[in-house]
């Protein structure tokens, strides 16, 4: 994802230890306690399968990040404790492990907020356990959530139930899905000329989301969508899926979802049946974005991909805080890191630190800060992502919206343009 270099890497993590539902990270010492004016902050992400490279690289850049500032927040001690929300049999996120990291947040009475999800299905289930914490509610902040019904109404019921104390806890740094489906339409149709395309849902609350979005969009711009269909995760290969999408003559075929649920063979296949990239023009979100399982298949070069934030590339060379870190992180781990989704990780730790140091040291009065009076407010010099952030304390959504478009070509995800969000 660089114009001249590659950005997502794979890297080569030293020296951190991470356990299913326990394992600690943090800027110093071991952070499974902490006492006076320390507190804890829960970092929820999938640390086997797939997503393994991009979550390590978010803990290890939130690390370097605590280790620059001194682990300060005001006059309180900030550690980090590590959850693993997936599991070795699924390869992914798990329903069940985010059921019990959401009452293990809970339970530990020295956390005072959780930095995560990186799926949107994920914080579905954690978000609402969190709201509902009697002491609370209790801050929730993600870096990578972007199905829009956690902070918007979306499908039924969104986002209030999401928030069954009346109050709002939840927040996040990036930009949503109604933005992202609508711009990877909106490049399909005039920067591709795409005329004709379909569309595969993984069939989570991620990839529904993102689909449906792309699909309004695409019909504004005059593309015509061939379908939207769930693909089967479990199925060895969908040859005969593709055989059948092939009788509607595309000339795109849109992956909305993650590529954690078989989205290698789901790729393969593409070409086998469709013909190359360049043929049918291959789009895919950011669930797809991060995987040096994916940008190594020869299948997937040349695909399109879409980024619901600021590249590293973006932020190496606009210089500022993001820039210094990439260059920090680079110096300690030898490469950037896996995923630009870990310098929002960091961007979100800087909205749960303001509203720490602004607090009490409460789990009530942390999600106080956030949701009431003037909100959080990150200047351009101190922000990660090198613009101005403000989080809304009547959604929880963040000021700044950008969206960025990749294309996978020698196996690196390389940044091709920006891409304007109305």
Not at 305 to 333: N, S, V
Request: aromatic letters at 8%.
């Amino acid at each position: 994802m660089s114009r001249t270099a590659k950005i997502f890497a794979t890297v080569a993590v030293a020296g951190l230890a991470l356990s299913a539902c326990g394992g600690n990270a943090s800027g110093g010492a071991d952070d499974s306690s902490s006492s006076g004016d320390t507190l804890v902050i829960g970092v929820d992400l999938p640390l086997q399968g797939a997503s393994k490279d991009a979550s390590e690289s978010t803990v290890n850049a939130m690390k370097l990040y605590l280790d620059q500032t001194g682990s300060k927040a005001g006059k309180y001690k900030v550690k980090l404790k590590v959850y693993d929300d997936s599991t070795a049999a699924k390869g992914a996120w798990d329903d069940a492990t985010c059921a019990k990291n959401a009452q293990d947040h809970v339970g530990n009475t020295e956390e005072v907020a959780v930095m995560g999800t990186y799926n949107s299905g994920c914080a579905q289930i954690i978000a609402p356990v969190l709201n509902q914490d009697p002491t609370g509610p209790m801050l929730m902040v993600s870096h990578a959530n972007t199905n829009p019904g956690l902070t918007k109404a979306w499908d039924s019921g969104e986002p209030e139930k999401y928030f069954p104390s009346g109050k709002r806890s939840y927040a996040r740094v990036i930009a949503t899905d109604d933005y992202q489906g609508a711009a990877g339409a909106q490049f399909a149709a005039k920067d591709l000329s795409v005329k004709k395309c379909y569309i595969l849902n993984d069939n989570q609350t991620y990839g529904q989301g993102v689909g449906k979005a792309f699909e309004q969009e695409a019909k504004k711009q005059g593309i015509k969508v061939l379908g939207n269909q769930a693909w089967d995760v479990k199925q060895p290969n969908y040859t005969a899926l593709f055989t059948s999408i092939k009788a509607t003559n595309p000339d795109c075929v849109y992956l909305a979802g993650i590529f954690d649920n078989n989205g290698g063979q789901l790729v393969k296949d593409k070409v086998k049946v469709l013909g190359d990239n360049s043929k049918v023009k291959l789009i895919a979100p950011d669930g797809f974005s991060g995987y040096p399982e994916f940008d190594g298949l020869a299948q997937a070069q040349g695909a399109y991909i879409t980024f619901a934030g600021l590249t590293a590339t973006t932020l190496r060379e606009d210089g500022g805080p993001g820039a210094k870190l990439l260059d920090a992180y680079k110096k300690k781990y030898g490469a950037d890191p896996a995923t630009s989704y870990a310098l929002y990780g960091v961007e979100a730790l800087q909205v749960i630190m303001q509203a720490i140091e602004k607090s009490d040291g409460t789990r009530k009065s942390i999600t106080e800060q956030v949701f009431s009076g003037s909100g959080i407010s990150i200047p351009a010099d101190k922000s990660i992502v090198g613009k101005k952030l403000d989080i809304s304390p009547k959604t929880g959504d963040v000021s700044v919206r950008d969206i960025s478009v990749l294309q996978l070509k020698d196996k690196e995800e390389k940044f091709l343009k920006p891409w304007p969000v109305s």
